[in-house]
């Protein structure tokens, strides 16, 4: 594999040592966690030698790093134009395009990469997470035992293999895989958080409160294991999420979000989009619509037909980012959403809210919001988790998963109240998680 300076035999006098210690210097401020300051490196070099294979496929790392992911690739397949063979940046093309969602150019790229280089155990585990989003699970969990027989310290393969495992519904053995990982790496979050997940599931709770206390005293002030903590207990519950936590996790979540929910069979954004499709029939590009809690905005290619004007808003900008990269919003904004709809009197035709007022409890001021964001005859259509009566005395439960579920009955009110119709209550199952599939309500609400 190149060294990034194999195209770049120059003599002294045309500059090649130069740009040799000028690469070396960009690859340690990049190992550094400063890709910016190795972005104005790479691209020096570029100017003096535009073929320079290094500096092509690391700047297009660096740039991926830096939220300009079309930019990266784009850089790293000249890279690959170069030197063909190069097993490194094929890999990092792979987890570009992976992380943008292209799967199956990722197989590809991680497929060639592995053919150059069959026991590299990070393409292992990235060609893993590719076949996990791809429900053939058998095979990622033998990528990862793969990667885990090469480096059996390979926290990030046993965190997989924990994933993977829980979705084929082998739960213990998937609890087993976290806890080695934490094992050897006491401070990773995104383990905590599914390993206590899974121990809720299991109906373990005391473990589930000692995981989530664990993560806590670890990371203190962490908004995410706070609120995990408040759902396991049941104590102290407050009436959402608040906007610390949602804005925290999704930031943290947005580069593998649209990855991570093919893997849960995720149908919200779909249920949404059909009801839409129902309701207004022939697309007329004449509503003004907002998709409230956009996140990356899955639903918004085909919430686009209908619109004059889109937009999106969400408490996360690297949620937004991804939004953006879409082109299809006509604004994004970062902003809560109640509060952006009670500044927005008689502005739309149409809300939307995929999977967004399960971090809400108390329905009443985001349904006060939409009847002062709607115009007259204008629709919400929104998605809820599901409880039952029993475990819900307040009309709303704050479950361990750490978002709300509501009754029929509390969501009826919460609409009557504000002076909205209810116009449709679909019984719908949203994803499928922990081995469970997840029941959900796909409302229809009216503006009179």
């Given at each position: 594999?190149?060294?990034?300076?194999?195209?770049?035999?120059?003599?002294d006098?045309?500059?090649?040592?130069?740009?040799?210690?000028?690469?070396?210097?960009?690859?340690?401020?990049?190992?550094?966690?400063?890709?910016?300051?190795?972005?104005?490196?790479?691209?020096?070099?570029?100017?003096?030698?535009?073929?320079?294979?290094?500096?092509?496929?690391?700047?297009?790392?660096?740039?991926?790093?830096?939220?300009?992911?079309?930019?990266?690739?784009?850089?790293?397949?000249?890279?690959?134009?170069?030197?063909?063979?190069?097993?490194?940046?094929?890999?990092?093309?792979?987890?570009?395009?992976?992380?943008?969602?292209?799967?199956?150019?990722?197989?590809?790229?991680?497929?060639?990469?592995?053919?150059?280089?069959?026991?590299d155990?990070?393409?292992?585990?990235?060609?893993?997470?590719?076949?996990?989003?791809?429900r053939?699970?058998?095979?990622?969990?033998?990528?990862?035992?793969?990667?885990?027989?090469?480096?059996?310290?390979?926290?990030?393969?046993?965190?997989?293999?924990?994933?993977?495992?829980?979705?084929?519904?082998?739960?213990?053995?998937?609890?087993?895989?976290?806890?080695?990982?934490?094992?050897?790496?006491?401070?990773?979050?995104?383990?905590?958080?599914?390993?206590?997940l899974?121990?809720?599931?299991?109906?373990?709770?005391?473990e589930a409160?000692?995981?989530?206390?664990?993560?806590?005293?670890?990371?203190?002030?962490?908004?995410?294991?706070?609120?995990?903590?408040?759902?396991?207990?049941?104590?102290?519950?407050?009436?959402?999420?608040?906007?610390?936590?949602?804005?925290?996790?999704?930031?943290?979540?947005?580069?593998?979000?649209?990855?991570?929910?093919?893997?849960l069979?995720?149908?919200?954004?779909?249920?949404?989009?059909?009801?839409?499709?129902?309701?207004?029939?022939?697309?007329?590009?004449?509503?003004d619509?907002?998709?409230?809690?956009?996140?990356?905005?899955?639903?918004?290619?085909?919430?686009?037909?209908?619109?004059?004007?889109?937009?999106?808003?969400?408490?996360s900008?690297r949620?937004?980012?991804?939004?953006?990269?879409?082109?299809?919003?006509?604004?994004?904004?970062?902003?809560?959403?109640?509060?952006?709809?009670?500044?927005?009197?008689?502005?739309?035709?149409?809300?939307?809210?995929?999977?967004?007022?399960?971090?809400?409890?108390?329905?009443?001021?985001?349904?006060?919001?939409?009847?002062?964001?709607?115009?007259?005859?204008?629709?919400?259509?929104?998605?809820l988790?599901?409880?039952?009566?029993?475990?819900?005395?307040?009309?709303?439960?704050?479950?361990?998963?750490?978002?709300?579920?509501?009754?029929?009955?509390?969501?009826?009110?919460?609409?009557?109240?504000?002076?909205?119709?209810?116009?449709?209550?679909?019984?719908?199952?949203?994803?499928?998680?922990?081995?469970?599939?997840?029941?959900?309500?796909?409302?229809?609400?009216?503006?009179?």
């Amino acid at each position: 594999m190149s060294d990034g300076r194999a195209d770049q035999s120059t003599s002294d006098e045309d500059g090649g040592v130069e740009i040799g210690d000028a690469f070396a210097l960009a690859l340690q401020l990049h190992q550094a966690q400063r890709p910016e300051h190795a972005a104005q490196i790479y691209s020096r070099i570029l100017e003096v030698a535009p073929d320079h294979a290094g500096a092509l496929h690391h700047l297009g790392v660096a740039l991926h790093q830096l939220g300009r992911s079309v930019d990266g690739a784009r850089l790293i397949e000249r890279a690959l134009t170069i030197e063909p063979s190069n097993a490194s940046a094929l890999a990092n093309l792979g987890n570009v395009l992976k992380e943008r969602g292209n799967l199956d150019g990722a197989e590809a790229c991680y497929q060639r990469a592995l053919s150059l280089e069959p026991n590299d155990a990070a393409t292992l585990n990235n060609l893993g997470t590719v076949c996990r989003a791809k429900r053939r699970l058998e095979e990622a969990a033998a990528l990862y035992r793969r990667a885990l027989a090469l480096e059996p310290e390979r926290v990030d393969a046993h965190h997989n293999l924990g994933n993977a495992l829980v979705l084929l519904g082998r739960l213990e053995e998937g609890l087993d895989e976290f806890q080695r990982a934490i094992r050897l790496l006491p401070y990773g979050i995104d383990t905590y958080r599914c390993m206590g997940l899974l121990l809720c599931s299991l109906g373990r709770m005391e473990e589930a409160m000692a995981t989530f206390r664990k993560w806590a005293e670890i990371h203190p002030h962490d908004p995410e294991a706070e609120h995990f903590l408040l759902a396991c207990t049941g104590q102290n519950v407050p009436p959402r999420a608040s906007d610390d936590y949602v804005r925290t996790t999704f930031d943290r979540f947005a580069a593998s979000f649209d990855r991570v929910l093919e893997t849960l069979e995720y149908q919200a954004p779909d249920i949404v989009a059909g009801i839409v499709e129902q309701l207004l029939g022939a697309s007329q590009a004449s509503l003004d619509v907002l998709d409230a809690g956009c996140g990356t905005g899955l639903v918004a290619p085909r919430l686009r037909p209908f619109a004059r004007k889109l937009v999106g808003i969400d408490l996360s900008p690297r949620m937004l980012a991804a939004a953006a990269e879409r082109k299809v919003y006509d604004e994004l904004a970062v902003v809560e959403l109640t509060k952006y709809l009670q500044a927005s009197a008689a502005s739309f035709d149409l809300v939307v809210s995929v999977d967004t007022l399960v971090y809400f409890g108390d329905l009443a001021p985001v349904a006060q919001g939409l009847a002062t964001a709607l115009r007259s005859g204008g629709l919400a259509v929104f998605t809820l988790e599901l409880a039952a009566g029993e475990a819900a005395p307040r009309g709303y439960v704050l479950n361990p998963n750490g978002r709300y579920a509501h009754t029929v009955a509390y969501l009826r009110q919460a609409l009557a109240e504000a002076g909205l119709e209810e116009r449709e209550l679909r019984d719908v199952e949203l994803r499928f998680e922990a081995g469970k599939r997840v029941k959900g309500l796909a409302a229809v609400a009216r503006r009179p």
